[in-house]
């Protein structure tokens, strides 16, 4: 999916990025915040970031006891409230979402913006129809090196000396920088969005300024109308749910096995004895399915998506942080919509299911607020051969 960047500075600086491809495909300048309904369109085709004038966001840094993890929203803005001229009502305070209080010797980097810009930034997007989940100070865009790196961006010069020591400045600067100039290493200077640097930074949309949720509506409609086969979906689901479960809370073997007969058991409490908890339930399945000689069709790819989800434990394994957010089985496919933290998570995942044998098609990619989701159809080599 295409990337949208926009600068929010005078002028607007925005930026249409192909990752796939590694290459611009569209930019430009506009006057002003008012101008921004210009880009809606762009925005609705892209997964839209937005960078905020780093003059107008202070990074700084806090000190806390351990164990106070559930207190930040107050501890943070009374640490910083003696070292800040503003008060600290009318100031927005965000950090890393991992951020953990472990003493006084791991500072939590803090940036530190006033809520009227905020509402300000927020209010032009609203009136362009542009969506945006992530937002951050300009100078989180510059990699991190050991010698620091410094970019001019229009009348503005962005620093970043290490992972949480940035700012930015107007042109010209009132003190020496020693950080290098990597400003001629790129075509168009707003490109340095794109080097993938912005994993390493602090989205500012969190608190009271965090996108509103928007719930997908999944369809409840079943593919087969005959009540055992209904029967016999909501059981391969559940045995799907439990499955992919268990994989993903990296349990051993045992473990796994240990709750798969047991949800067995709840299903089939007159069974007295396990041996392969797999093939007693596609015999299972298949006698739910034998009183209707209409569904024996659809028990059998009941039976093969079971089968898919078995095979796609290596993968799950090797990608722990992929989280399974949807899962459908539609004419021989498994259709899977994942959560990943980056592209590289979602691409291991992807050939690592490929590794044990199946054929792994990838659709519509997006990048929000720093989650990548991917919908991803699986299907085996027969299902390939009988197409």
């Known amino acids: 999916m295409e990337q949208l960047y926009i600068h929010l500075a005078t002028p607007v600086r925005w930026l249409v990025w192909h990752p796939s491809q590694q290459e611009v495909i569209a930019s430009g300048e506009l006057n002003d915040l008012s101008e921004l309904p210009q ?29 106070s993890q559930r207190l930040l929203q107050q501890l943070i803005p009374n640490s910083l409230e003696d070292e800040l001229a503003s008060d600290i009502d009318s100031l927005h305070f965000a950090w890393p979402s991992n951020a953990k209080p472990a003493g006084v010797d791991t500072p939590i980097p803090v940036t530190v913006v006033s809520k009227a810009h905020m509402q300000e930034w927020l209010e032009a997007l609203q009136s362009a129809g542009i969506e945006a989940d992530a937002m951050y ?17 229009g009348a503005s010069m962005l620093v970043r000396e290490a992972q949480w020591q940035a700012y930015s400045i107007d042109v010209p600067p009132l003190f020496d920088i020693s950080a290098e ?18 994993k390493q930074a602090i989205n500012l949309r969190q608190g009271e300024f965090r ?8 369809s409840a409609n079943l593919p087969w109308q005959p009540a055992t086969i209904a029967a016999a979906v909501a059981l391969v689901a559940v045995f799907a749910q439990q499955f992919v479960t268990y994989v993903q809370l990296g349990q051993e073997n045992q473990q796994l096995q240990q709750a798969i007969e047991a949800t067995y058991r709840e299903a089939f409490p007159n069974t007295t004895r396990i041996v ?13 399915g034998g009183n ?26 090797a990608t722990p942080s992929v989280e399974l957010e ?21 691409q291991r995942f992807q050939e690592a299911a490929q590794q044990t044998g199946l054929t792994v098609s990838q659709g519509q990619v997006t990048n929000q607020n720093g989650v990548v989701s991917g919908a991803l159809d699986v299907t085996t080599a027969n299902t390939r051969e009988g197409a």
């Not at 392969?276 to 739910?288: D, E, F, T, Y």
């Not at 209707?292 to 394994?317: C, I, V």
């Open 137 to 153: 100070p300009d100078y989180f865009a510059l990699p991190v090196t050991e010698q620091g790196s410094l970019l001019r961006l």
């Open 39 to 67: 880009l809606h369109d762009k925005a609705q085709r892209c997964a839209v970031t937005v960078l905020v004038p780093g003059q107008d966001v202070l990074l700084t840094e806090v000190r806390l006891p351990a164990g």
């Open 181 to 198: 100039d990597i400003t001629d290493n790129y075509e168009l200077p707003l490109q340095v969005a794109a080097s993938g640097a912005i």
């Open 211 to 218: 996108p509103a949720r928007k719930r997908r509506k999944q």
């Open 326 to 346: 949807r899962i459908r089985y539609n004419g021989g496919t498994l259709q899977l919509q994942v959560n990943a933290e980056d592209f590289d998570v979602l």
């Open 292 to 317: 209707a000689s209409a569904a024996s069709d659809g028990t059998a790819q009941n039976a093969g998506s079971f089968n898919m989800l078995g095979q796609l434990e290596p993968a799950f394994r």
């Open 276 to 288: 392969n908890v797999k093939s007693q339930l596609r015999q299972q399945l298949a006698s739910v």
